[in-house]
């Protein structure tokens, strides 16, 4: 790896580290559920644990002390309240802060082998898992006396 | 058919080959969604007055808009620098962001003012609308106001060459042309 | 001095280790019992160096010794003697210590209890071990050295990290490096059984008990994560998806595989490659989760202070040593291809589908931690990826195992007889379906879809893992379940343990409230027929933190169930601020009160949750550690028994 390119992450790790430090100072605007309806309550509490907190290392917006995550809340909490709705606010925010800030990533082309890749893979196991059974389902055990059988014998007889 | 075996090594030749990469990266630095689209509007104020400041008053030339806070460390380090791209003639408009006016003047009057225009933005939501997410943060606007990069953290000599200074020039026919 | 000490016993302690790693490798070359011998001692020896340096560095922090630069970054004058002894393993220098000190104890514990495996085979899983060590004391020394001293002495250290000021996190990361590191033990078998082309039953029963510790202690320290983060996070969760804990969680899956697939190896003969694949993989995947988590290439909430040339060192070492497995591996693995017969319906082919189910779960989980590089990688921009989409993902991956659980404890080994199997399976099932219809609604007063699906998966789970037993106590009485064999009594508890876990996670995900409130002295807010009432707010001092506690009451009609004190803590060294979350809970239930911010007018703002069988998901997962214990000292692994695997190593030549 080159030189410059450690000294650069070290750099801008070393600038966020700082940021992350002054932005601390700022007292976060605290929020409270009372103005909203029970139901509007359940939303609320989904999106802000759905939503990524920038300035945190790896928290949902409702885990966060942070300012910034405290002013995503309270415009989520104002957006629920004038009537938005879920798709409207998600919207409202990737647009200021692009996909990253959604806990979970939408799907599309760039996000295909992360939502499809395990089932995928799944199917291919189980695939291989048949075949594999399917060729051994029907052999013959060996026809020689087998000492791993007279043991394994003797093994269920302990059990 | 003994290449299945082989499988296990050629993950781990791209797991190696992907973490190579990994190393040269900061997972941290997010790229901006609005990078190509027209600035966000907004309607502030002149930093200590109540005289409004809109957002058409970015036009007509490509210019700097940096978001900075008196409460901020990472400004202080990039403040001597920000000076110098000011002398050099480069336009950097301020917002002060989440800031009382007083404080962020004072800060001015101690550290120097390498602003062409002071913007005040006291809730933080003209931020919000730009996507700001720690001060400091540079955005490089073109004459038609549009955003073409964006630096995040202290802005320096380096990232300036490297990224700015080209699409500054490339915005400015005959870069010494007059102001509008 | 007595850091110099400890630098000076970790070089000794290199030094031995290429010893351990060179000379009875050599010795197996060259037919010299006198020095494959040496692997036996050399790895004692290195284990007494290695833990002489820890206590050196445990010392330092004892005495405050501030002129070590590790020891000053991360402990303070005021911080109480038992966080001064934790702190050694609380940031990256010392906790690679730690992790040495588990890796050469694990050696150690291998060297005295396989004297009576082959010759050969000892010296050859001692020197794996040994090379192993080699890797992780070189990282330590070149890149990341606890004993460093600076000048000038600092007059006081900077504290540890507020978050991890908690008895949790005394024990939790020992456990979990216990259990990341135990997985050694099974990769150097692994390589063993590579190298000599012999694997066989004796084999398998070799690795069962030291796979089966490793992965109980695994269990041991995610389960005390969790409770920790619960407690110490502050906001109710659990279980985050943070590629940290993803980091632990892989091997856990892949080892939970493994101790499955050892049990086929041992009792068929079959899935031979497969499983030396697991051993290798698990131990891989303890590796990349080292990497993951020192590197910084990831984002996590538990990082530590990461550094490049750390993340190349442990990448270099990492393809080092899981390339030269890998290329045995796809050398020699061919030849331990069985000849026996597999049914599907017969307990070998459910432990096969359960393999494929843990590994591809494992999968999903490496995927959705390494994607966001992936995607950054290929330059399809910056995306997370949180607990919405693992949840999405992993339950529908790992449902269908639970239903696996029960079948196969049922199932016999080779075939299955339909008629008996419907005969054990019947009662069970429709009591796990009545009752998972009428939970939900007993308890809540709402029924959902997803919580009898849930439920049901884990009633008959529980239902399944006691049917042994009772069947043993029906049939012999009391003399049938003191013959039951401990692996046999581990794997009921394991299995319960999981039953209750699955119950536990379905109910706390489902039915959880959380409201943030605002309230003052005096005043209620009222959740899930509880009321908390906020009576006093009032500041004291700490040790090293000032704090403001809140009383608060829950009361649930006229009664009075609980007096919660959640505390707001500011840490004076740094300055940071760690909400301090007070919790009532039964069985079936967690109150949970965390103290958020003030607010005007002595208000504050509250986080109050109601949490349903919040404890069944801990509980379970410490009563799978047990079953793990129960079965790892079964009888049949001890001497004796070994003896008589000795004697199968002879007739069962290689084919």
Same mark, same amino acid.
């Given at each position: 790896m080159g030189r410059r390119g450690v000294d650069r992450v070290v750099a801008a790790g070393a600038g966020l580290l700082l940021m992350a430090w002054t932005m601390a100072w700022a007292e976060p605007t605290p929020v409270a559920d009372d103005a909203l309806l029970p139901q509007q309550a359940q939303r609320y509490q989904a999106l802000v644990n759905e939503l990524r907190c920038l300035v945190c290392q790896n928290q949902s917006i409702a885990d966060s002390n942070a300012p910034l995550a405290a002013d995503l809340r309270d415009q989520v909490r104002s957006q629920i309240l004038a009537g938005r709705t879920d798709a409207e606010i998600t919207d409202y925010v990737t647009a200021r802060y692009g996909d990253f800030v959604l806990y979970r990533p939408p799907f599309k082309p760039a996000t295909w082998l992360l939502w499809l890749g395990p089932f995928a893979l799944l199917l291919v196991g189980l695939g291989v898992a048949g075949v594999f059974v399917a060729r051994r389902a029907h052999r013959t055990p060996a026809a020689a006396p087998d000492p791993e059988r007279l043991r394994r014998l003797l093994d269920e007889e302990s059990r | 058919m003994r290449l299945r075996y082989l499988l296990p090594v050629a993950a781990l030749f791209a797991l190696v080959l992907l973490f190579t990469y990994g190393l040269r990266h900061d997972p941290r630095e997010v790229p901006s969604p609005l990078i190509g689209k027209p600035a966000p509007d907004f309607a502030l104020r002149v930093l200590g007055t109540d005289e409004p400041y809109v957002r058409d008053q970015l036009l007509g030339r490509p210019l700097l808009v940096n978001f900075w806070a008196s409460w901020c460390a990472g400004c202080q380090v990039e403040h001597p620098f920000l000076m110098e791209l000011s002398r050099r003639g480069v336009e950097i408009v301020g917002i002060d962001y989440k800031d009382v006016d007083a404080d962020g003047l004072r800060w001015l009057a101690r550290h120097g003012n390498p602003y062409r225009s002071l913007v005040a933005d006291p809730q933080g939501r003209a931020g919000l609308d730009w996507g700001v997410y720690g001060v400091p943060e540079t955005f490089v606007l073109d004459a038609q106001g549009v955003i073409v990069h964006k630096h995040i953290g202290p802005l320096d000599e380096a990232a300036w060459q490297a990224h700015i200074a080209p699409l500054m020039a490339a915005g400015t026919p005959g870069a010494a042309g007059g102001r509008r | 001095m007595i850091p110099e000490l400890g630098h000076f016993a970790l070089l000794a302690a290199l030094a031995v280790a290429v010893i351990q790693a060179v000379v009875p490798l050599a010795g197996v070359w060259r037919h010299q019992p006198r020095w494959m011998a040496v692997g036996a001692s050399a790895a004692q020896a290195q284990f007494v160096l290695v833990l002489i340096a820890y206590l050196c560095l445990t010392w330092a922090f004892v005495e405050r010794d501030w002129s070590v630069a590790y020891v000053a970054a991360n402990a303070h004058s005021q911080l109480p003697l038992i966080y001064r002894i934790s702190a050694v393993w609380g940031a990256h220098e010392g906790?690679?210590?730690?992790?040495?000190?588990?890796?050469?104890?694990?050696?150690? %514990?291998?060297?005295?209890?396989?004297?009576?495996?082959?010759?050969?085979?000892?010296?050859?899983?001692?020197?794996?071990?040994?090379?192993?060590?080699?890797?992780?004391?070189?990282?330590?020394?070149?890149?990341?050295?606890?004993?460093?001293?600076?000048?000038?002495?600092? %007059?006081?250290?900077?504290?540890?990290?507020?978050?991890?000021?908690?008895?949790?996190?005394?024990?939790?990361?020992?456990?979990?490096?216990?259990?990341?590191?135990?997985?050694?033990?099974?990769?150097?078998?692994?390589?063993?059984?590579?190298?000599?082309?012999?694997?066989?039953?004796?084999?398998?029963?070799?690795?069962?008990?030291?796979?089966?510790?490793?992965?109980?202690?695994?269990?041991?320290?995610?389960?005390?994560?969790?409770?920790?983060?619960?407690?110490?996070?502050?906001?109710?969760?659990?279980?985050?998806?943070?590629?940290?804990?993803?980091?632990?969680?892989?091997?856990?899956?892949?080892?939970?595989?493994?101790?499955?697939?050892?049990?086929?190896?041992?009792?068929?003969?079959?899935?031979?490659?497969?499983?030396?694949?697991?051993?290798?993989? %698990?131990?891989?995947?303890?590796?990349?989760?080292?990497?993951?988590?020192?590197?910084?290439?990831?984002?996590?909430?538990?990082?530590?202070?990461?550094?490049? %040339?750390?993340?190349?060192?442990?990448?270099?070492?990492?393809?080092?040593?899981?390339?030269?497995?890998?290329?045995?591996y796809a050398w020699r693995a061919p030849r331990f291809v069985a000849d026996g017969e597999l049914q599907l319906f017969s307990r070998e082919g459910l432990l096969l589908l359960n393999n494929v189910f843990l590994v591809i779960a494992a999968a999903a989980v490496l995927i959705g931690t390494l994607y966001p590089l992936v995607a950054d990688a290929f330059g399809l921009g910056k995306i997370s990826v949180g607990p919405p989409y693992f949840n999405a993902v992993f339950v529908p991956l790992t449902a269908p195992l639970a239903l696996l659980v029960g079948l196969a404890s049922a199932i016999g080994w080779k075939q299955v007889r339909g008629a008996e199997l419907m005969r054990r399976i019947r009662g069970p099932l429709l009591f796990a379906a009545l009752a998972a219809l009428c939970l939900p609604w007993l308890l809540h007063r709402r029924t959902e879809l997803a919580a009898v699906a849930g439920g049901f998966l884990g009633l008959w789970t529980l239902v399944m893992a006691l049917e042994e037993p009772w069947r043993r106590l029906r049939l012999r009485g009391a003399a049938g379940l003191r013959q039951m064999p401990r692996a046999l009594w581990g794997m009921s508890l394991a299995h319960l343990g999981l039953g209750l876990w699955v119950l536990g996670v379905t109910f706390v995900s489902l039915y959880s409230i959380e409201r943030d409130v605002r309230l003052g002295p005096g005043q209620q807010a009222e959740l899930a027929s509880y009321r908390f009432e906020l009576q006093t707010v009032a500041p004291y001092a700490g040790p090293n933190f000032d704090a403001d506690r809140a009383v608060v009451a829950v009361s649930r009609g006229e009664q009075q169930v609980a007096e919660l004190a959640p505390e707001r803590r500011r840490y004076r060294a740094q300055g940071s601020v760690m909400t301090e979350a007070a919790v009532d809970h039964t069985p079936l239930r967690d109150l949970y009160v965390a103290l958020a911010e003030p607010l005007d007018h002595g208000e504050w703002a509250l986080r109050v949750y109601f949490k349903p069988m919040m404890r069944l998901v801990w509980f379970g997962g410490v009563l799978m550690a047990l079953g793990g214990l129960l079965a790892a000292s079964d009888r049949r692994y001890r001497l004796a028994r070994v003896l008589q695997a000795r004697s199968a190593v002879v007739t069962g030549a290689p084919a």
């Open positions: - | - | 906790s690679m210590l730690l992790w040495v000190l588990m890796l050469t104890g694990w050696a150690a %514990a291998v060297s005295v209890f396989s004297r009576s495996l082959p010759r050969d085979v000892r010296a050859q899983a001692l020197a794996v071990l040994g090379a192993l060590s080699i890797g992780f004391l070189l990282f330590i020394l070149l890149t990341s050295n606890p004993f460093d001293r600076q000048f000038p002495v600092p %007059a006081d250290g900077r504290d540890l990290n507020p978050l991890l000021q908690d008895p949790g996190l005394v024990i939790h990361p020992p456990l979990l490096y216990m259990g990341y590191v135990g997985f050694s033990v099974a990769f150097a078998f692994a390589l063993t059984a590579l190298l000599s082309g012999r694997l066989d039953t004796a084999w398998a029963r070799w690795t069962r008990p030291w796979t089966t510790s490793a992965w109980l202690f695994l269990t041991l320290g995610i389960t005390l994560g969790s409770w920790w983060a619960y407690h110490e996070l502050g906001w109710g969760g659990w279980w985050f998806w943070d590629p940290v804990e993803n980091a632990s969680f892989m091997p856990w899956l892949v080892g939970t595989a493994l101790i499955h697939s050892l049990a086929v190896t041992e009792k068929r003969g079959l899935l031979k490659s497969w499983t030396v694949l697991l051993a290798i993989l %698990a131990f891989a995947l303890s590796l990349l989760g080292t990497f993951l988590v020192r590197s910084g290439v990831l984002v996590s909430v538990h990082a530590f202070a990461t550094d490049p %040339a750390r993340g190349v060192f442990i990448l270099i070492f990492l393809a080092i040593v899981l390339g030269i497995a890998f290329l045995l």
